[in-house]
């Protein structure tokens, strides 16, 4: 039996002596079968010492990368039956001492073995190498450089869906006769099948899946049998059609204008010029996504394919819609989809027959051999990184992916991520404007409201009088309203209503945020925390802390708008993709007025009857805990802003916030994104903060408090020893901003250096043999876009 388990290697390593177990991992040796391995650095294989029966070995053996949080590689045997192995092939293998069937690929193959008792592959899967030598690469790259486990590396590139067996057929229901011939003693529910598939033969769309004839009008099996015993409809199986491309309008609604066009012309001449990167910066409105739609035409023209990722699955439908009316052949590759719609898309792209693929992050490891541009919008959205294993990030994978394919890629947005402006400063990126919005439109009036003033009146009133009253007016106008309200849980800031003063850093002159977790407050910029003072050290007033959730703030509109259709859009009230389409599309119809949400009614959002947009807090963001909150707030107060008059309402924002004189407020609030790049840059430089450092967050963490510390206090004094102190600084171990999560104890450690993948080449082959020596469970985060 093969070591599978941390725990079960911890054991193994005690078992075999220290010592020696160390000289194995130093010397990477591989110690698995045969020796024509692919040569791939992370391979270390250990044997264990009692070793379950296997049956006869035949065959050859195959090196096999699991999906499972485990940094080593397993020797499997592969049955003679299965053909002739290949790196890349995807695989089910037993694994673990349960022998759980796992996902896995192939990362090399031996020579034929007599005498090693393996376990052998269980299930080949797919008809060839799961990867093109490509993709294959983008997976060792994400492996390598976010510092994850290549099993699992590769296994997020691949949409789980494609494991389930699909069924080949279906049920469909056809009516009998007419409508005259229905008897009159039919019951509710069979008058509602009967009813369903009367409209569906006037749509055209006869006949229904079962399935879906059952979920629509609500009835039985029962109910159906019924009606086919009295002939009134009629079963047929068939096999299941999988969708088609919809038909698109060819001709475009309008003209570029001058500045689109001369934006269009300068990235369509880079489109097979090898690999370049531009950064569109847009303002909100300008017409971006329009450029995208006619540079991936010159592409879809060329016979060849494009990515276009969007930040969220909403975002990503919202992209799809409007580019399925426009190109031919468009797929969509999200969560939300249906297993099989999702294998379907898949194919489609692989195959060649979809010329553009939309989706969120997960869409840029798309399957497209023909891939001639890659898009990135909104390219400065924080979820565009993902919070699992591998904790890649959806935009820099894209980057690399066009650098290994030779390609253009575009990332656009209104207000570009700092590290992206970095890069076009730097010069490794092409920076191109759309400075106006489209036809002529301003850009909305941004009005900022002191909540300070409204606190003093005794009872706190989160919705201030100007904003009470000009939600007031929208609705008498029958106009619609969007309401942002960021709060973030469990971080708020303190501060002295009487005389103003805050609580900050006396190092970074920053806001220091209060953890309920350490009871502390702490500064995002140096990590520095500080205790909390009874009363206010100035005026010896009551010191007040600010923070509040949209829960509050829907009770609130409840209370002031009683007849108003409100409907409130956070991760607690939308679970599922659907849901979230369903209230878009209330708003859109105008059966709702306004819309309260967190950050996710801030972007790309394109509803013509909004003309007010406002923020309830500008406060909720800057008070998280991370140096980025500024650009943040910068970015969402922008971006919500830019939700107002996109059509011929003029737009409305007002802003509340404690601190008007804050530089990402008063930046924002005139769209001023040059402005708040040349406050914010140095600052960052000064601090020896991204964009001009690289950052890896290493979290360990454990139940038992004292394990996770002296597991954080041992990897970080593992991890000085490693990395040279003149290129790469050490902070910490200390208690993470959110110290406990889900029962789990957390200390980071920070790791700063100058140059890119520094970090990850001194540790990537020494990952496996780190957490296993460490106490508790090892969390690492390259380029962390949070520090929670
Ligand atoms: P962005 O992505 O920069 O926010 P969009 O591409 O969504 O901007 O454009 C905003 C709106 O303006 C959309 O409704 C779009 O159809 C419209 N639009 C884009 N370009 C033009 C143009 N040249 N003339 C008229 N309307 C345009
Ligand atoms: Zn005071
Ligand atoms: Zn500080």
């Known amino acids: 039996m093969w070591v599978v388990d941390p725990d079960s290697q911890k054991r193994l390593y005690r078992s075999l002596g220290n010592s020696n177990t160390a000289a194995f991992a130093k010397s990477g040796m591989h110690l698995g079968v045969g020796c024509c391995y692919y040569p791939l650095e992370m391979k270390q294989l250990f044997q264990d010492t009692d070793r379950r029966e296997a049956p006869s070995q035949e065959g050859r053996a195959v090196a096999v990368a699991v999906n499972a949080n485990v940094w080593s590689q397993y020797d499997y045997l592969w049955p003679e039956p299965f053909g002739v192995p290949a790196v890349g092939r995807r695989v089910r293998v037993p694994f673990g001492k349960s022998d759980k069937p796992t996902i896995g690929f192939v990362t090399g193959v031996s020579k034929p073995t007599g005498t090693r008792k393996l376990k052998a592959v269980a299930e080949v899967l797919g008809d060839g190498p799961a990867f093109d030598a490509k993709l294959w690469q983008l997976g060792n790259w994400v492996s390598k450089y976010y510092l994850a486990p290549l099993g699992m590396s590769l296994a997020a590139m691949i949409p789980s869906a494609l494991d389930k067996t699909h069924p080949r057929t279906e049920t469909v229901v056809y009516l ?453 909150a500024s650009e943040r707030t910068f970015q969402l107060v922008v971006q919500v802003a830019g939700r107002a008059g996109r059509a011929d309402l003029p737009g409305e924002v007002i802003v509340q916030t404690i601190y008007p004189d804050e530089p990402a407020i008063r930046f924002a609030s005139g769209h001023d994104y040059s402005g708040f790049s040349a406050h914010e840059i140095p600052l960052r430089q000064q601090a020896g903060l991204p964009p001009f450092t690289r950052m890896v967050r290493v979290i360990v963490r454990h139940r038992q408090l004292d394990r996770a510390e002296k597991g954080a206090s041992e990897f970080s004094a593992s991890l000085r020893e490693l990395l040279p102190a003149e290129s790469v600084r050490i902070v910490g171990p200390q208690p993470a901003a959110v110290m406990k999560i889900r029962g789990q104890f957390r200390f980071q450690t920070l790791l700063i250096s100058s140059r890119t993948g520094v970090v990850q080449d001194l540790l990537f082959g020494r990952m496996a043999d780190l957490c296993r020596k460490c106490a508790g469970q090892v969390v690492v985060d390259v380029d962390p876009i949070g520090l929670l």
């Open 176 to 628: 009998v006769g007419e409508r005259h011939d229905w008897p009159g003693n039919l019951g509710g529910r069979q008058k509602r099948v009967l009813d369903e598939l009367y409209e569906a033969r006037r749509q055209e769309v006869e006949p229904l899946a079962l399935g879906e004839l059952l979920r629509h009008s609500g009835a039985s099996r029962d109910t159906v049998k019924r009606l086919t015993n009295r002939e009134l409809i009629r079963l047929e199986t068939r096999p299941i059609k999988l969708p088609e491309f919809p038909a698109h309008q060819q001709d475009d609604p309008f003209e570029l204008n001058e500045d689109q066009l001369s934006v269009l012309s300068e990235i369509e001449q880079t489109l097979g010029g090898g690999f370049s990167c531009t950064l569109l910066h847009g303002v909100t409105g300008s017409g971006k996504t329009e450029v995208y739609i006619r540079l991936i035409r010159k592409v879809i023209q060329a016979g060849l394919q494009a990515i276009v990722l969007a930040p969220e699955i909403a975002l990503a439908t919202q992209t799809y819609q409007r580019l399925l009316g426009r190109l031919p052949r468009v797929a969509v590759l999200h969560s939300g989809l249906t297993d099989s719609q999702r294998a379907f898309h898949y194919q489609q792209i692989r195959d060649g027959q979809a010329s553009v693929v939309v989706g969120p992050r997960s869409a840029v490891f798309a399957p497209a051999r023909k891939l001639a541009l890659v898009i990135v919008d909104e390219e400065h959205e924080p979820s565009y990184k993902q919070d699992t294993t591998p904790r890649y990030h959806g935009r820099d994978v894209a980057v690399k992916r066009a650098s290994i394919e030779a390609i253009p890629v575009l990332l656009g947005s209104a207000t570009p991520s700092l590290e992206s402006l970095r890069n076009a400063q730097l010069g490794r990126y092409r920076m191109l404007r759309l400075p106006k919005r489209v036809r002529g439109l301003p850009m909305p009036s941004l009005h900022i409201v002191k909540l300070r003033q409204e606190l003093r009146r005794g009872r706190i009133e989160l919705i201030g009088k100007t904003l009470t009253n000009r939600i007031a007016a929208a609705l008498d106008r029958g106009e619609q309203v969007i309401l942002l309200m960021n709060r973030r849980g469990y971080a708020s800031y303190v501060f002295c209503p009487k005389c103003d003063w805050r609580l900050s850093c006396d190092e970074c002159s920053r806001l220091l945020v209060f953890h309920q977790a350490t009871q502390l407050a702490m500064c995002h910029y140096c990590q520095r925390t500080a205790p909390v003072p009874d009363r206010c050290p100035a005026c010896d007033g009551k010191l007040v802390f600010f923070g509040y959730g949209i829960q509050r703030i829907d009770s609130e509109l409840a209370r002031k708008f009683p007849s108003a259709r409100v409907a409130r859009m956070d991760s607690d009230t939308m679970t599922s993709p659907k849901q979230f389409r369903q209230v878009l599309e209330a708003f859109r119809e105008g059966r709702l007025e306004v819309l309260l949400g967190t950050q996710m009614v801030a972007k790309g959002l394109d509803f013509p009857r909004v003309s007010l947009v406002g923020v309830v807090s500008a406060d909720t963001s800057l008070a998280i805990p991370d140096f980025r």
